[in-house]
């Protein structure tokens, strides 16, 4: 556990508000899509449809919301999402009406967008640059350790299958986002920054087209979250004879691996260069992770299958784990002094635009082409890999003309 949980002071402190609200999420996510359909009423399309108009919107909001972290100060910003959070998750509990549960949902997901851009904006605000990526493992590690338990309490209501149940479920994470909130309020501010005297734009990420290159090389990657959580039980029931709970037990590999691992795997990682490396590697191995995958749909029978399955998800933690590592650096190292909410902002839309992708993309080669649509997955993870380091070059680059002229400016 000590290598695990951030030393004392305002990385411990991050985390055990992470945990705080994973606690929450992960119930919330196991049961929140069988009390819109089975109590609401609303049908699977509907929830469908506003949930992806919503992860829409929150990927858009990240990047204004990561500004104005900047601008008005990434703990203050923090503790009002994480308060905002709690208020649109509260109103799941009295929203029956299709119009009024698009309008919270997409309220939700803003404010867990911006949240996610202003908690890493106070990261960066709080942690000495060498030690930012090593305690982002060690929050990714917490935020696995408590999604787990988390789910795990949602499987409960899931049994009960009551509403009471799921209402329990859902105020829960509404007091979890509460209690994240508070702890919040333990850290020291970091100072806002005030708005740019170089005469550049505000959102000044939107025109850096290298740091853009590197977020939707990093949302190609991150498609190995909707293969673990869509591909892998689709693969499994249409193309494998392993039984139907190995996408579970997948899930759970994946979840303990990453809590017990991250840390160590994120301690290759220590500059741009290594980062660069670390995420080509990820690829090559999230490819050899397809591979394996394949192998499973193939004639070696159900413990054959099993062990296929199992080997590759073990591969995949690890591919993912090193692009998770490699990913952090990046969106670091490469986020110019004061801006780092608006260009966390921009690089949390990785993740989001292989949420709100993923699924169609997933499903058409895993399940429509089978073998064939793994070896084209895993070309597309090589292939990502890298290339993120010619972008991480330009980007260099790129931000020493910036950091430059800034110089200039404020010296004249």
Same mark, same amino acid.
């Given at each position: 556990m000590s290598r695990i949980l951030p030393p004392a002071g305002p990385p411990r402190v991050l985390a055990a508000a992470q945990l705080a609200n994973s606690l929450g999420d992960g119930a919330f996510y196991a049961c929140s899509a069988l009390f819109f359909t089975r109590i609401v009423g609303l049908s699977a399309v509907q929830v469908g449809v506003a949930l992806t108009v919503a992860w829409a919107m929150g990927m858009l909001a990240g990047v204004?919301?990561?500004?104005?972290?900047?601008?008005?100060?990434?703990?203050?910003?923090?503790?009002?999402?994480?308060?905002?959070? %709690?208020?649109?998750?509260?109103?799941f509990l009295v929203v029956r009406a299709y119009p009024v549960f698009v309008v919270a949902v997409c309220l939700y997901a803003c404010c867990q967008g911006g949240l996610n851009s202003a908690r890493q904006a106070l990261l960066a605000g709080l942690v000495a640059p060498e030690l930012r990526t090593r305690t982002r493992a060690q929050l990714q590690a917490t935020l696995n350790a408590g999604l787990a338990i988390g789910a795990g309490i949602g499987g409960l209501a899931l049994w009960a299958d009551t509403a009471p149940a799921y209402l329990a479920v859902f105020a829960m994470d509404a007091a979890s986002f509460l209690a994240a909130a508070l702890v919040l309020r333990?850290?020291?501010?970091?100072?806002?920054?005030?708005?740019?005297?170089?005469?550049?734009?505000r959102l000044a990420v939107l025109r850096d087209r290298p740091y853009a290159m590197i977020t939707f090389l990093n949302a190609i990657m991150y498609l190995n979250m909707p293969v673990l959580s869509l591909g892998l039980p689709l693969w499994i029931v249409t193309h494998t004879d392993a039984p139907k709970p190995m996408a579970a037990a997948l899930l759970i590999v994946n979840m303990l691996s990453v809590a017990a691992f991250q840390v160590r795997v994120a301690r290759q990682v220590t500059d741009l260069r290594s980062a660069a490396r670390t995420t080509a590697r990820g690829g090559a191995l999230m490819l050899v992770a397809c591979l394996v995958y394949a192998l499973s749909g193939g004639p070696v029978g159900l413990w054959?299958?099993?062990? %296929?399955?199992?080997?590759?998800?073990?591969?995949?933690?690890?591919?993912?784990?090193?692009?998770? %590592?490699?990913?952090?650096?990046?969106?670091?190292?490469?986020?110019?002094?004061?801006?780092?909410?608006?260009?966390?902002?921009?690089?949390?839309?990785?993740?989001?635009?292989?949420?709100?992708?993923?699924p169609v993309l997933v499903t058409t080669l895993l399940v429509g082409w089978g073998i064939p649509g793994w070896l084209v997955l895993g070309a597309l993870f090589l292939l990502a890999g890298l290339a993120v380091g010619p972008a991480v070059r330009l980007a260099e680059r790129g931000l020493a003309r910036r950091t430059a002229v800034l110089g200039q400016a404020r010296a004249g």
């Open positions: 204004p919301l990561g500004y104005l972290a900047d601008r008005w100060g990434p703990r203050r910003t923090t503790v009002t999402l994480a308060l905002a959070t %709690a208020a649109t998750l509260s109103t333990r850290l020291p501010e970091v100072p806002p920054v005030p708005a740019d005297r170089d005469g550049g734009p054959g299958a099993i062990a %296929a399955l199992l080997v590759a998800a073990v591969i995949q933690v690890f591919g993912e784990m090193m692009q998770g %590592a490699g990913g952090w650096e990046l969106s670091f190292a490469l986020a110019p002094d004061g801006k780092q909410g608006q260009y966390q902002g921009f690089y949390g839309m990785a993740p989001q635009i292989a949420r709100m992708l993923g």
